[in-house]
């Protein structure tokens, strides 16, 4: 165990898979949440980021900072950027390099294929958040790294288009849903590379500023629902979710009001271009016959035993 201390804000589907990438590795790791999730080995503290005097005692002693904190979409308003301010307090009073994970509203688009020198011109509120989010850490004292990445993909992510619904209605012999047009080319991240990127940002003193992930190449949704389906051992349909079924499930459901603005990123090919990580860092994405293989080793026992 080394001497150094990596602080994750955020326990979720990437702050505990970059606890676990970072213990392996022999790091001491703190994982900071309102209710934190830890593997064994880290240290936790619980308290809300959005208090500046709180996050800077969480990220006491730090090395380096992950900020992998992602309120729900129907909160985004009211705490993205509170919740942003947290971490990057935390770094800035502990000394330490930050490095935060974001997506890819903020380009707006979409694009054929979108480079870190993508103008900053969103079409969303979200994205629009997400811009500004991006400028208060760009502009701050400590070093500051961001990983962007596109749609997550692989094992263990609620959250994801392929995710609890989706395997869900695939076992139970339903069609899947996609936001927009499934035929679409769309980039979609693996999990664990995300992970693996921002450790390797936190490892690299002359790495800041905005970098892609390291993705496979864009496939159609339909072409990569099908290919899951394929390990599986199952023949998955894939369609457009209707806007009008949005409105009805949003009734009750919040978070599917949100999602109609983002539509636009299925609509029209929406490709990263990770070509900066991989000169830099001589990195490349899991292998997709790998990813299919984590993703379906994990949901095929879960998922037909509870549709069986």
Not at 261 to 270: A, I, K, L, T, V
């Amino acid at each position: 165990m080394n001497d150094e201390l990596h602080v994750i804000f955020g326990s979720g589907q990437i702050g505990n898979r970059i606890a676990r990438t970072l213990l392996a590795a022999g790091k001491r790791v703190r994982v900071v949440s309102r209710t934190p999730r830890a593997p064994d080995g880290a240290d936790t503290a619980a308290g809300d980021a959005r208090d500046l005097a709180f996050a800077a005692t969480a990220a006491r002693g730090a090395t380096v900072v992950y900020d992998c904190l992602n309120p729900l979409y129907q909160d985004w308003k009211r705490d993205l950027l509170p919740l942003g301010r947290g971490p990057l307090h935390g770094a800035s009073e502990a000394g330490a390099k930050l490095v935060a994970l974001d997506c890819l509203y903020m380009y707006g688009g979409p694009f054929d294929r979108m480079t870190e020198a993508q103008a900053v011109a969103p079409t969303s509120r979200k994205g629009a958040l997400r811009a500004e989010l991006a400028a208060l850490r760009l502009a701050a004292k400590p070093p500051v790294a961001i990983a962007r990445a596109s749609d997550f993909f692989g094992p263990d992510l609620p959250s994801s288009w392929f995710g609890v619904r989706f395997f869900e209605r695939a076992f139970a012999g339903k069609t899947t849903e996609c936001l927009g047009d499934p035929d679409q080319p769309h980039s979609y991240t693996y999990a664990d590379d995300v992970a693996d990127a921002l450790v390797a940002l936190g490892g690299a003193s002359d790495a800041t500023g905005v970098w892609h992930v390291p993705t496979v190449t864009a496939m159609t949704t339909r072409e990569l629902a099908t290919a899951i389906g394929r390990e599986m051992g199952l023949d998955i349909k894939i369609a457009q979710m209707p806007g009008l079924l949005l409105r009805v499930i949003g009734v009750a459901m919040p978070f599917m009001r949100e999602l109609p603005e983002m539509r636009y990123q299925w609509e029209s090919p929406f490709v990263l271009d990770d070509s900066k990580f991989r000169a830099r860092f001589g990195s490349v994405p899991t292998p997709l016959a790998k990813q299919l293989a984590a993703t379906a080793a994990w949901a095929k026992p879960r998922f037909a035993r509870e549709a069986a």
